[in-house]
């Protein structure tokens, strides 16, 4: 906050003769277009709000500090205008005045407040400069206020005419509160104001509408003032008897606050009751807005208190505005309204199917919330989280939800948020400080039961100013969310019928007390045959719409489809295929214009003499994209499936990962060289993929003779050895237990020289007593081996109850083989299996 002190000390209405004695007005000023009126005699405070406004009290009066350059001319707008620059849309006569007082502040952003003075009119001539603010060609119309003027004679019409209006003037000062201080200063500038000066003193003081004003403003002849003024001031009087009267009466009970405009003090606040002016008090709607809204008790309470202490402030206080947006928060909050549900279990069911294709156990999850809430209207929301990778349509299913519940849908995206105060908002003691994501939605959406979809909630960290997961933890919890507080509300409100959905890539980055309260419900990705549905029914015709296309200017074959899946797309979800359909759609969107140019070249030559020579007219449509078009549109594939399957030398196995992404197959290098019997990591590997490495190269050191692998006897299989274990992909980091088989299956290739089976991926994690224990994410892994053309799938035996969840059609393109140890990997892993597996002893898994 800051104070200009140019001409700080400034007293009553007229500026001192010395200060009077030094100001001339210059022909050139500089320009202040507001929405309100000046009247020479009289202060304002003015807000500076617009651009070439801040420009002119940045440049003009920040920047010089003589009492000459402390004049502006202050011009109203028109009413019913809005431009600032068009001279057309300011008022042609204007008010000079001298800027007393400049306060306001620079951060966070510029705002001013300006207490002006005016001293005369002028007629606006002309705009001299636009840029960077506003200079006018100006005449001055009558003395400046506070200079000597001499007696003049006047008519006897006009003498009365002025003896009435001070008459007036008196009589509505002494029916004000003398005990105001701003009253009794009135009444005392009132005594010695010259007549000339009273008829705009007493304008800016009473109540009227802008166009009475301007009509004020315009009388320049004396007389033509008085007549212009004495009806709003009898008006004004009339007004406060009838309101005199009526409280007398006990009619109104209800004291309202009027904001007057006093000479030389700005803004001043006079207890005076005046429900028949015209427009009306803001502080007066606020408390109205306060009183109508279905607040608790304690919310009241507080809206109430806060609203006294904003009718004890000033406007140009900072604490006002901040005071008056806080109780406007609490007014728009919905703290008793609610949309009313639809709650039609067939109908949802339908809804649910037509938007989304397969989600099973997602909308089996979804349809058992809707019966229970129907059967038992007073359900509290649960906490749905979906767990998948991306764009496998989590958000969607989230507002699918939203609409066939019939509640409004507000979506929060918390990725990279870390900070506590974007959950739970700022204190009101800070600067700019703000209502958290979650109050700012109800305030949004208007209704205290929407659909919040929490967006990216594994994307949260921890930052300097708090962990944002810890403060989730009071909004998820049913028991404790029906009194959240927020910082800046400050207010318990009740979070209890919100149903809260939140997406997740991976649990993993989840704060375990977060995790615990919500319902994890997975969201694998889809196969190719789902895909394919999708693609079909909702990817293309949606591309479609989107580039102005039909069904009937573009066909795309099933072939190209199914060959935009296998070979130009390898992910969980759909996001790229719905890429490159657009794609697709763009090309064909060039094609298409291209003859409609075509045409109407033919129609425009159509009546010309065309010397015997035949006009090509373009082909019909649709045009039709299979498998040519496709690459010709496309390019060459992106992925072949059928290279990943084929392994040319021993050493190399595939395996199956889990990631944020969906599955993956990854391959696993080995290869030895001579040494000093060391292991070699390489590939950005995690510490349990390496202890896995490790126990993998001793397990196999351990039992190298029975499996046939050549040593020496009294010596080490490492002897003057080194074995180098590669997972390509190096820039990807990877982790996990469950590339224990995959590890083992390659070492045995590299030390018995054999090729491992092509169109093979393996999963499982082992021990060092060559057990093979479960792992997780089966569903991920056995689509990602599907997507990857692999025929062969091995898994740990405790698995076997995992596959329910995969798709028949899935299943039926793959034979799994489900082992419990080492050795059932090996037989299945090498063609014919390995000669040397009957002498192992055979183990028995008790874990």
Request: glycine fraction near 8%; charged fraction near 25%; include cysteine.
């Amino acid at each position: 906050m800051f104070l200009w002190p140019t001409l700080e000390g400034i007293g009553d209405v007229f500026l001192s003769k010395m200060a009077m004695s030094e100001i001339k007005l210059p022909r050139r000023l500089p320009l202040l277009v507001i929405e309100g009126v000046l009247f020479p005699g009289a202060s304002i405070r003015i807000p500076v709000n617009s651009y070439k406004n801040m420009n002119m009290v940045k440049t003009h009066l920040l920047s010089r500090s003589t009492l000459a350059s402390a004049i502006i001319g202050v011009v109203p707008r028109e009413p019913g205008s809005s431009g600032e620059d068009d001279i057309s849309a300011m008022h042609q006569i204007g008010t000079a005045g001298i800027v007393v007082q400049v306060t306001g502040t620079n951060w966070p952003r510029p705002a001013y407040t300006l207490l002006v003075t005016g001293l005369c009119r002028f007629r606006l001539e002309g705009l001299v400069k636009e840029s960077p603010y506003l200079i006018g060609s100006v005449r001055q119309l009558d003395k400046l206020s506070g200079e000597e003027t001499e007696s003049i004679e006047v008519e006897a019409e006009l003498n009365d005419l002025m003896e009435q209006f001070r008459e007036q003037a008196i009589k509505l000062i002494d029916m004000l509160d003398l005990s105001v201080p701003a009253v009794v200063r009135l009444k005392r500038l009132l005594n010695s104001l010259p007549i000339q000066s009273l008829p705009d003193v007493c304008a800016a003081i009473i109540r009227a509408s802008h166009a009475e004003r301007l009509q004020v403003l315009d009388a320049v002849d004396l007389a033509e003032r008085l007549k212009k003024t004495l009806p709003l001031l009898v008006r004004q009087i009339e007004g406060l008897q009838l309101l005199q009267k009526a409280r007398k009466d006990g009619d109104i009970s209800r004291p309202v606050t009027l904001e007057k405009i006093t000479p030389s003090r700005g803004r001043q606040r006079l207890d005076i009751d005046d429900d028949d002016f015209e427009g009306g008090d803001e502080i007066a709607i606020l408390e109205k807005k306060v009183r109508d809204t279905e607040m608790p008790d304690h919310a009241k309470k507080v809206a109430m208190k806060e609203l006294q202490r904003l009718k004890k402030m000033l406007p140009h206080m900072p604490e006002h505005a901040m005071t008056r947006n806080y109780i406007e928060l609490m007014t728009d909050l919905p703290w008793s309204k609610q949309s009313s549900e639809m709650l039609d279990i067939n109908k949802s069911r339908k809804d649910l199917d037509a938007d989304h294709y397969g989600m099973e156990k997602l909308k089996k999850r979804v349809l058992e919330y809707l019966a229970v809430r129907q059967l038992k209207n007073t359900l509290k929301g649960p906490i749905l989280c979906f767990v998948g990778p991306p764009g496998v349509g989590k958000t969607s299913v989230g507002r699918s939800i939203a609409q066939s519940l019939g509640r409004e849908f507000h979506r929060i995206s918390l990725g990279g948020v870390c900070d506590q105060a974007d959950i739970r908002g700022h204190r009101r003691t800070y600067i700019g400080s703000m209502p958290g994501r979650i109050i700012q939605g109800l305030r949004t959406v208007g209704v205290k039961n929407p659909v919040f979809l929490l967006d990216e909630i594994d994307k949260m960290s921890a930052g300097i100013h708090g962990d944002p997961a810890a403060a989730l933890l009071e909004v998820l919890d049913p028991e404790q969310n029906s009194a959240f507080i927020d910082h800046y509300l400050n207010v318990p409100f009740d979070l209890s019928q919100v149903l809260f959905i939140a997406t997740a890539n991976t649990i993993k980055s989840i704060a375990p007390a977060l995790l615990d309260r919500m319902e994890i419900i997975p969201v694998p990705g889809y196969t190719h045959e789902e895909k394919h549905h999708i693609a079909r029914n909702h990817l293309i015709p949606k591309m479609l719409k989107e580039h102005g296309l039909t069904s009937e200017t573009v066909h795309i074959t099933d072939e190209a489809v199914q060959l935009l899946i296998r070979k130009y797309t390898q992910e969980a979800g759909v996001r790229s295929l719905e890429r490159k359909v657009g794609a697709l759609c763009r090309a064909v969107a060039v094609r298409v214009v291209e003859k409609q140019v075509i045409k109407e070249k033919v129609a425009n030559s159509s009546n010309v003499q065309n010397n015997g020579n035949a006009i090509c007219h373009p082909p019909e449509l649709p045009i039709v994209l299979d498998e040519i078009a496709l690459e010709d549109i496309l390019g060459p594939p992106l992925y072949d499936s059928e290279l990943t399957t084929k392994i040319g030398q021993p050493g190399i196995a595939i395996g199956l990962a889990w990631t944020a992404a969906g599955g993956e197959i990854m391959f696993v290098e080995a290869t030895k060289m001579d040494g000093d019997g060391q292991l070699i990591l390489t590939g950005q590997l995690g510490d349990v993929m390496k202890e896995s490495a490790k126990l993998a190269l001793n397990w196999i050191r351990t039992n190298a003779e029975e499996y046939g692998i050549p040593v020496q006897k009294g010596t080490d299989l490492m002897e003057r050895t080194d074995v180098h274990i590669h997972f390509p992909a190096g820039a990807v980091g990877k982790d996990g237990p469950s590339a224990g088989v995959t590890i083992v299956t390659a070492l045995i290739s590299l030390f018995t020289g054999r090729l491992v089976s092509s169109g093979l991926a393996m999963t499982g994690e082992i021990t060092l007593s060559g057990l093979v224990l479960p792992v997780g994410g089966i569903k991920e892994k056995i689509l990602a081996a599907h997507r990857t053309g692999m025929k062969h799938v091995i898994l740990p035996k405790k698995n076997e109850k995992d596959l329910s969840e995969i798709p028949s059609a899935t299943l039926a393109d793959l034979t799994i083989h489900f082992v419990s140890c080492i050795d059932d990997v090996l037989q299945v892993a090498f063609q014919g299996g390995l000669p040397d597996l009957g002498k192992v002893r055979s183990i028995t898994s008790k874990l």
